[in-house]
């Protein structure tokens, strides 16, 4: 099993940069596929991007010019970059990991899911 700690949420203005970081706890990091998803408030938890155990990337479809998804198997980390901030972007952000060899993009392809992160952002 794996256990996931998601950190670097909080109050941001529109425009801004936020880094988030996903810290997992075990030996066996480096076998999971991970991702995050956001949850914004009377919403479904919706897929962002994925990344496999060696680094290839997944994104959905209208992520891809702000976000980055990246991880570090010597750190036991998976971090997402959010650039240019949007109010849109208000949500909770969940980190999730599953032992396949690519990412899923639905809720159900993760058994393991941090407690989420908080992102707020001010126009």
């Known amino acids: 099993q794996v256990q996931l700690v998601e950190s670097g949420g909080g109050l941001v203005q529109a425009g801004r940069s936020l880094r988030l970081s996903c810290a997992a706890s075990g030996r066996t990091f480096s076998s999971y596929s991970m991702a995050w998803f956001r949850q914004a408030p009377g919403k479904e938890r919706n897929f962002i991007a994925g990344?496999?155990?060696?680094?290839?990337?997944t994104y959905a479809e209208f992520m891809k010019d702000r976000f980055t998804i990246s991880r570090d198997n010597t750190k036991n980390t998976a971090d997402l970059q959010i650039n240019s901030l949007k109010s849109e972007d208000t949500a909770v952000y969940y980190c999730a990991a599953a032992l396949t060899i690519r990412p899923g993009i639905k809720r159900n392809d993760y058994p393991y899911w941090g407690q989420g992160t908080q992102v707020t952002v001010s126009s």
């Open positions: 990344i496999t155990r060696s680094g290839g990337t």
